[in-house]
């Protein structure tokens, strides 16, 4: 059974170290096997040249993916991030960022992910990351 966008928020606030819920992530939507997180903008994450910063986006695509996996699972089950790749296509400025994580396997001890990161309202991709998760429970 998936969860619901507020199941899913629930996870958020009570998985997420303090310094991860205030990027201000929210759960747009989730599915059997994929999860959409809003990343608000802030001027606090953007680097110098006012561009979102890439620590920021890597966390929101950890965190995604960490819900996609919840939500395949039907609830929170511990994991630990074994690999992350990603890579940055454009700049965000000003704007909202939507990360969208989608599972391209789930085996019992690990998790494979693809994650997609577009400025609201626009489908040019802004980076992209593939991720790997051991499932610890």
Known sequence: MTLTPAAAEKVLAEH???WVLD?????DAVGEREAVLRLPWSDRLAREGGGLSGQALMAA?????VIAVSAARGGFVPMTTVQQSTS???PVLG????????????GRR????DILMT?????DPAAHATAVY????
């Open 16 to 18: 997420f170290a303090p």
């Open 23 to 27: 990027l201000g992530l929210t759960v």
């Open 61 to 65: 695509a950890d965190t995604a993916t």
């Open 88 to 90: 940055f296509q454009r």
């Open 95 to 106: 704007t909202d960022v939507l990360v969208r994580a989608r599972l391209t396997k789930l």
């Open 110 to 113: 690990m998790a494979f992910a």
């Open 119 to 123: 400025p609201a309202g626009s489908d």
């Open 134 to 137: 051991a499932l610890l429970g």
